[in-house]
């Protein structure tokens, strides 16, 4: 099951409140190592040729009540626990990227109803997950991407 790690609280395009769990897996890959600068770098000149992914799971949206007991959704997005807390829970610039891909994720993954606001979101100080507990999430298993080294004589 996974660990509860942060709250997001946006909305959808509807105006609906929206909130997204980010939740830590011990069984989902960590992305490749990257450097907060670099990260920085890639963002600020909208380079994506480096193709860098946090791998991440995507649960479906499901419907909860906010605190006063208001309708709202909730959607739980998992990571790598280690990388979560070494990684991205110490760096605003990781965190933000994280919940930004998170979002976008959604919405390309559930359509109309997890179409969220990308600039008008809130990580909750006093709450860490939104709902009783967390479903589990089923991991796929996939070959791994990326560079692979060539050995020379």
């Excluded at 990388?83 to 976008?104: D, G, L, R």
């Excluded at 070959?143 to 080294?149: H, L, N, Q, R, Y």
Aim: proline content about 7%.
């Amino acid at each position: 099951y996974p660990k509860q790690g942060l709250c997001v609280k946006t909305r959808n395009t509807k105006g609906g409140k929206f909130f997204v769990n980010l939740c830590r897996v011990d069984e989902i890959p960590a992305p490749t190592p990257m450097k907060e600068d670099e990260l920085e770098r890639m963002i600020a000149e909208e380079d994506y040729s480096n193709l860098w992914k946090v791998p991440m799971s995507i649960g479906a949206p499901r419907k909860e009540k906010d605190k006063s007991g208001g309708e709202c959704f909730a959607a739980d997005v998992a990571v790598n626990s280690h990388w979560f807390q070494a990684t991205m829970e110490p760096s605003p610039i990781f965190t933000a990227f994280v919940i930004t891909v998170a979002i976008e994720g959604l919405g390309d993954k559930y359509g109309e109803e997890a179409r969220l606001e990308r600039d008008s979101w809130t990580i909750l100080k006093n709450k860490k997950y939104l709902g009783d507990k967390a479903p589990p999430h089923s991991i796929q298993k996939r070959a791994s991407f990326g560079i692979k080294p060539v050995i020379s004589d």
